[in-house]
């Protein structure tokens, strides 16, 4: 019974996951290891006093029963619970531009030049900002295709989501995710995100059913799939910038 409650859930997920979906075939490989978050690109996130998510946190919606609210302590996590129970945690990381030279290359190549202060709200300005944007997924999803494709071997089907525009805040921004989907039947893991630039910082919303997180993810897959709505709904409403 449990092998068919992962089959048709690995089902369901493929049918709620965004049409054009890109499937990477597992290859052989000796590595078992589940590789973590990319450190290319200076990824170094803001030092912040404090959990950045009381400070932009406004509206907020859930399931019935459920509460959101900015986890106690300084990490950067949004807590989400029923009952008393902590079901998932969100993660918000904010990345200054001047220690990000690769996206610095992909907002020059967009027409933007990265020293210069500009209008974010200009319709031209937020084309350029989603090419960037656009390319920054891209580059991430190249890097977990090849990591991916090295831990998996032949167990598991690593498939990336294609960028869907959204808003962050103010902000005009892109969510994006990916699936790893057992051979056998079932989902290994599954991957949300958004990320948003204001002129000064690249900002970085991500949570996923991932055993092998310790923060930044939900314990079950389900509770993920019904909070994710509604998550999209809060980076809506965040106080950014």
Request: hydrophobic share 35%; net charge positive.
């Amino acid at each position: 019974m449990l092998r068919l409650y992962h089959v048709l859930l690995g089902g369901a997920l493929l049918l709620l996951l965004p049409l054009g979906i890109k499937v990477v075939s597992p290859r052989l490989s000796k590595t078992n290891g589940m590789p973590q978050q990319p450190q290319t690109s200076s990824l170094t996130p803001k030092s912040n006093q404090g959990n950045i998510w009381k400070n932009i946190l406004d509206q907020t919606t859930s399931p019935t029963g459920w509460q959101v609210a900015a986890c106690d302590g300084n990490a950067p996590l949004m807590c989400v619970s029923a009952n008393g129970r902590r079901l998932g945690t969100v993660e918000m990381r904010v990345y200054p531009l001047d220690k990000q030279q690769n996206f610095q290359n992909q907002l020059r190549k967009a027409g933007i030049e990265p020293d210069k202060n500009v209008d974010y709200q200009n319709p031209q300005y937020q084309i350029q900002v989603s090419t960037a944007l656009n390319a920054w997924v891209n580059d991430y999803y190249t890097f977990l295709a090849k990591e991916r494709q090295g831990s998996y071997g032949n167990r598991i089907g690593f498939s990336t989501h294609p960028p869907q525009k959204v808003q962050v805040g103010k902000l005009q921004g892109l969510s994006y995710g990916f699936t790893g989907l057992k051979v056998q039947g079932g989902v290994q893991e599954h991957h949300l995100g958004y990320v948003a630039f204001d002129g000064k910082n690249l900002y970085v919303i991500k949570t996923a059913f991932n055993p092998s997180l310790k923060t930044g993810k939900f314990d079950k897959l389900e509770n993920l799939a019904i909070f994710e709505p509604y998550l999209h709904a809060i980076a809506a409403n965040l106080r950014l910038p």
